[in-house]
């Protein structure tokens, strides 16, 4: 039997803190984000699994799913229109390739996920016992991203960029559509959770919704991250191409605000 809400370290085993997945127990026991494929993650504390939330799409997210639903027959909770790209993955490893060059390695490529899957636009609001799961559509990181609230604390994803040693990051490569991204941050910052479960970084302060923004709107996005070793080499790969996320989108948009 689990309880409480858990963050659970999901990246390789070379930087286990790349990526964290989520787990709520109810009566219905329910995991945002399933990591990367070589995942370090142990989910042996669940007796059983209903849900999986996948926010989005990309390699760092759904790694771990099909191994998951394999185990526990969880239902798929994604995005309307996109189970086809989880039950054939092969565009979503073509594409992290195209940007990530060799972590995709690192992270493992994901394999088909053959399950049941409940497709959601936004707006839905899932029964998981003493909790209720709301699911918010919060685009702009990729189109078809969700993110996810239950008891007052808000589960990012992608969407509210991510946070290390204290300071926020962004998590777009591109394509990001900025006025997109802009207008679901302020959506979620409006939700006054109490807590956000960011996928790059874990539980944090629900301030970091707003230091994020600052640092788009004053363009001070750029950050040095001092965790070193081949975890700062896995982040600086990522960091150089959500750098260019950004400032392709911002030239775009000299006036922001
Ligand atoms: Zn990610």
């Known amino acids: 039997m689990c309880s ?39 989910v042996g504390f669940l007796d ?10 990309h390699i760092d997210h759904i790694g771990a799913l099909s191994e998951i639903v394999q185990r526990y027959k969880s239902r798929v909770i994604v995005y309307e229109g996109y189970s086809k790209y989880l039950r054939d993955p092969s565009k979503i490893n ?34 998981l016992g003493e909790k209720k799961l709301k699911i918010i559509y919060t685009p702009g990181h990729a189109k078809h991203h969700i993110s996810v609230l239950a008891d007052g604390i808000l589960y990012s994803g992608d969407s509210a960029g991510g946070r290390y040693n204290g300071t926020p990051i962004p998590t777009t490569p591109p394509p990001l559509d900025l006025r997109k991204y802009l207008d679901s941050l302020k959506l ?43 975890a700062e080499e896995i982040l600086a790969k990522h960091l150089s191409a959500n750098y260019k ?6 030239s775009k948009y000299p006036d922001l605000n």
């Not at 944090?204 to 081949?230: F, S």
């Not at 996320?245 to 911002?250: F, R």
């Open 48 to 57: 059983k699994l209903d849900y999986v939330v996948i926010t989005h799409l």
């Open 245 to 250: 996320g950004l400032e392709e989108e911002l």
């Open 4 to 42: 409480g809400i858990h963050a659970v370290p999901s990246g390789p085993g070379e930087f286990p803190e790349a990526v964290y997945s989520f787990v709520i127990c109810d009566k219905m026991n329910v995991m945002i984000d399933a990591g990367v494929a070589n995942s370090v993650m142990d």
């Open 188 to 230: 979620q910052i409006s939700l006054l959770p109490k807590a956000v479960g960011v996928s790059h970084g874990g539980l944090v302060a629900p301030n970091h919704l707003k230091e994020h923004l600052d640092q788009i709107l004053t363009r001070n996005y750029r950050v040095d991250i001092d965790i070193g070793g081949l």
């Open 94 to 127: 073509r594409d992290a390739r195209a940007v990530l060059g060799e972590v995709v390695d690192i992270y493992g490529e994901v394999q088909p996920t053959d399950g049941n899957f409940l497709e959601v636009k936004g707006g839905e609001e899932i029964d």
